[in-house]
């Protein structure tokens, strides 16, 4: 069984020379990533493979150790002074090239993972982000989980036995959000695509303005199917409007949104 520690304690699960993978989205594990901050000695040598989005994810690679190493599949506007510095690495690499990466390159000493408490069969949901967890927590040698409350359970998501984590923390945190505005261009693209869209359409659809109006804009539309790499509350909205082919399995490895969609998950 795994070991129970506090969020203050850890960062003592990692040590120099280690590779640490954290997943982003609505799954960072945003609480053991700030208790890591908080102590920069303990990332000393640290190899951190992350895969925060921007506009979803912020970190200050500048309170971690000058001698910590962070790769991760999205550049961000504040991390330019730590890539020129050689402490932050851009993957330049698709989903699918990412997951080769994981699977054939790097053994994680560490997978920091936040999800739902346990059901009755004892598994922690990942609920609303997957994302690249399950090919991750496969390799690690060990795993953190972040016990939160505020992690939906979603049926169907993935899982990890509570039994298979190294070490749990219970914490209660929200989860990040994502909402974007519109604009008269952005409403002008998404009726010239949703003119192009039939009923029964499979859309990848992702985030951003012109996905969030596109889907406002395709709530009269029938037996859609959605098979995405993001999803966000365009897919509750074209949900209630009955919209979806409900005898489709609709798929998606991250939701990421607003307060109310994790709500609507649960």
């Known amino acids: 069984m795994p070991i129970t520690l506090s969020i203050e304690q850890t960062p003592s699960l990692v040590a120099p020379g280690q590779t640490v993978f954290l997943p982003?989205?609505?799954g960072a594990p945003s609480p053991f990533v700030d208790a890591l901050?908080?102590?920069?000695?303990?990332?000393?040598?640290?190899?951190?493979?992350?895969?925060y989005v921007p506009g979803i994810n912020a970190i200050n690679l500048d309170r971690l150790s000058p001698s910590a190493r962070v790769s991760g599949l999205f550049m961000q506007p504040a991390f330019g002074s730590a890539q020129r510095e050689g402490r932050y690495?851009?993957?330049?690499?698709?989903?699918?090239g990412f997951v080769r990466h994981l699977r054939d390159e790097l053994?994680?000493?560490l997978v920091a993972v936040q999800v739902a408490p346990p059901d009755a069969k004892g598994r922690c949901s990942l609920g609303p982000t997957a994302e690249f967890v399950p090919t991750a927590v496969a390799k690690a040698k060990?795993?953190?989980?972040?016990?939160?409350?505020q992690v939906p359970a979603m049926a169907g998501a993935a899982s990890i036995a509570y039994s298979d984590f190294a070490a749990v923390c219970e914490v209660d945190s929200a989860l990040p959000t994502y909402t974007t505005d519109s604009d008269a261009a952005t409403e002008a693209i998404a009726a010239n695509l949703?003119?192009?869209?039939p009923d029964g359409a499979t859309l990848q659809v992702g985030l951003g303005k012109v996905p969030a109006a596109l889907s406002r804009l395709l709530r009269?539309?029938?037996?859609?199917?959605?098979?995405?790499g993001m999803l966000s509350d365009g897919f509750i909205e074209l949900s209630e409007a009955g919209a979806l082919d409900e005898n489709f399995p609709h798929n998606t490895c991250v939701l990421v949104g607003s307060e109310e969609l994790y709500r609507r998950l649960a």
């Open 24 to 26: 982003g989205a609505a």
């Open 37 to 51: 901050l908080q102590t920069p000695e303990r990332s000393a040598g640290l190899d951190i493979f992350m895969t």
């Open 107 to 109: 053994t994680p000493d």
């Open 142 to 149: 060990r795993v953190l989980g972040l016990i939160n409350p």
């Open 220 to 228: 009269n539309h029938r037996k859609l199917r959605l098979h995405s």
């Open 89 to 96: 690495r851009h993957l330049p690499m698709s989903y699918a």
């Open 194 to 197: 949703a003119s192009l869209i």
